[in-house]
């Protein structure tokens, strides 16, 4: 049985598709932390933090991806790449707040 973020990266999961992204790996896990969704679009590939919410009382998801949290993202990914063939990249977040979706594209872009 899945929790309710379990549930939130199927959701995620399933509207990233919709969108066109094909998801190349799910839950990467290696010392630095996790990666709930790994995805490709365009040739890029898409790091996706998902977020998900039952209700306000905490504020939105995407706003609890701190900047602590972006940095052990980006570890997490360079230890993804490592040894695999250099590719444009970058990092997505998905918050589901209330069943709403909100999808932040290059969320730690400048």
Same mark, same amino acid.
């Given at each position: 049985m899945l929790g309710l973020g379990g549930k939130g990266e199927k959701q995620a999961e399933k509207y990233l598709v919709s969108q066109g992204y094909e998801i190349v790996e799910r839950n990467f896990r290696c010392k630095f932390g996790e990666i709930d969704i790994i995805a490709r679009k365009g &040739?890029?590939?898409?790091?996706?933090?998902?977020?998900?919410?039952?209700?306000?009382?905490?504020?939105? &998801?995407f706003e609890s991806v701190t900047q602590k949290k972006q940095e052990k993202l980006l570890l997490t990914a360079q230890a993804y790449m490592a040894g695999r063939p250099p590719t444009a990249a970058r990092f997505d977040v998905v918050s589901i707040d209330s069943g709403k979706i909100t999808h932040i594209q290059n969320a730690f872009g400048a």
């Amino acid at each position: 049985m899945l929790g309710l973020g379990g549930k939130g990266e199927k959701q995620a999961e399933k509207y990233l598709v919709s969108q066109g992204y094909e998801i190349v790996e799910r839950n990467f896990r290696c010392k630095f932390g996790e990666i709930d969704i790994i995805a490709r679009k365009g &040739g890029v590939l898409v790091f996706v933090e998902v977020k998900t919410r039952s209700g306000s009382g905490f504020g939105m &998801g995407f706003e609890s991806v701190t900047q602590k949290k972006q940095e052990k993202l980006l570890l997490t990914a360079q230890a993804y790449m490592a040894g695999r063939p250099p590719t444009a990249a970058r990092f997505d977040v998905v918050s589901i707040d209330s069943g709403k979706i909100t999808h932040i594209q290059n969320a730690f872009g400048a």
